[in-house]
């Protein structure tokens, strides 16, 4: 079936130091929607990408939807404690509206 | 615009007992999906209403079900309840509405509610 599959599924970094996510589908998405949870919180969307090759950015975050519209990938310069938390990528299905879920970049920040 | 509100925030069942979590969504948001979260996983999927018709379903078993009533509020019931029933229950509500082939509406999550099984 189509899958979403995200990696790596936990970095840890030194703070100022730079952590990416990266997000496959196994088929061709519409577009990529980004969420992020923070420790004990719910997710809350970041971000929506449509179009083949799109590059956004928010202050220290970058997102960007591959050529092919298979896979993305989420990037922020210089992380700072309050980026700690799980990212996720999601796509939607193909054949109805139903989104489907990386399992989540856990980022951590380093003592 | 009030945000999503989930009801109760905390629960604690025991084994085969049932329960029913609510889920207020947005204003005007017609879709609500409900997800089941459980330490250390991601987002799994169980089921979405719009208009009070199941649109889309997960793989769960059929003691979890839910419905959605005319002001689109939803409620999700698990019956027989189990140990590995013990989640984080989330749900998000959007418009449900496509604009186009390529582009989704953002999911608004609620708080959560918390369901431990004794």
């Known amino acids: 079936g189509q899958q979403v599959m995200q990696i790596p599924q936990y970095q840890h970094v030194q703070e100022g130091e730079d952590f990416t996510t990266y997000c496959n589908s196994s088929t061709t998405l519409s577009n990529i929607q980004w969420y992020k949870q923070r420790p004990g919180g719910h997710p809350v969307f970041l971000i929506q990408l449509v179009k083949s090759g799109e590059v956004k950015k928010q202050k220290r975050l970058t997102f960007q939807f591959g050529e092919a519209k298979k896979n993305s990938s989420l990037h922020i310069t210089a992380t700072q404690t309050t980026d700690v938390g799980t990212y996720f990528c999601?796509?939607?299905?193909?054949?109805?509206?139903?989104?489907?879920w990386g399992a989540g970049t856990k980022l951590i920040i380093k003592p | 615009k009030a945000g999503v509100t989930q009801t109760p925030r905390y629960l604690i069942k025991t084994r085969g007992q049932q329960v029913t979590l609510s889920c207020s969504p947005i204003s005007g948001h017609r879709s609500v999906s409900w997800y089941q979260q459980t330490p250390g996983q991601g987002l799994q999927f169980l089921f979405e209403?719009?208009?009070?018709?199941?649109?889309n379903k997960g793989n769960f078993p059929g003691r979890f079900s839910g419905r959605q009533f005319s002001n689109s509020r939803s409620e999700m019931n698990v019956s027989t309840l189990e140990l590995g029933d013990s989640a984080l229950y989330l749900c998000a509500s959007s418009s449900g509405l496509a604009g186009g082939q390529s582009s989704y509406n953002e999911q608004f999550f609620g708080p959560g509610t918390r369901l431990t099984v004794l």
């Open positions: 209403y719009f208009s009070e018709t199941q649109r």
């Open positions: 999601a796509g939607p299905m193909d054949s109805n509206y139903q989104l489907i």
